[in-house]
């Protein structure tokens, strides 16, 4: 079974800077779109950035600037590169993964990850 697993979390000072990595476990073939989403509490999750296979990358407007999203396809690993943070960036992360295909073939919509938690605060 095709996992995700986040790392990277922590307590971090406004202006700060982090690393998240996603790892995908399990014996896989292809990795479609991946992106990382966060949920601040009482709040809905939403899309922080996202990276096709090829490379193609989008991010929500509060973070253009400030974030960058990476993936290294052989290691089936995805990093967020997160700069000047802010107390607003204060979330819990989740990895995601769509269109994954694993080596006997099995087909998955959509994997999502446990979560790292975020905080940004002096």
């Known amino acids: 079974q095709v996992q995700l697993v986040e790392s990277g979390g922590g307590l971090v000072q406004p202006e700060g800077s982090l690393r998240l990595s996603c790892a995908a476990s399990g014996s896989l073939f292809i990795i479609n779109a991946m992106g990382w989403y966060r949920q601040a509490p009482g709040k809905e999750r939403k899309l922080v950035a996202s990276i096709t296979s090829d490379g193609i990358t989008n991010f929500g407007d509060s973070v253009k600037g400030r974030f960058t999203i990476s993936r290294d396809n052989a290691r089936n690993t995805m990093y967020l590169q997160m700069n000047s943070l802010k107390p607003e960036d204060t979330a819990v992360y989740y990895c995601?993964?769509?269109?994954?295909?694993?080596?006997?073939?099995?087909?998955?919509?959509?994997?999502w990850g446990q979560g790292t938690l975020v905080t940004v605060s002096s």
């Open positions: 995601n993964a769509r269109g994954v295909v694993d080596h006997t073939g099995r087909w998955y919509d959509e994997i």
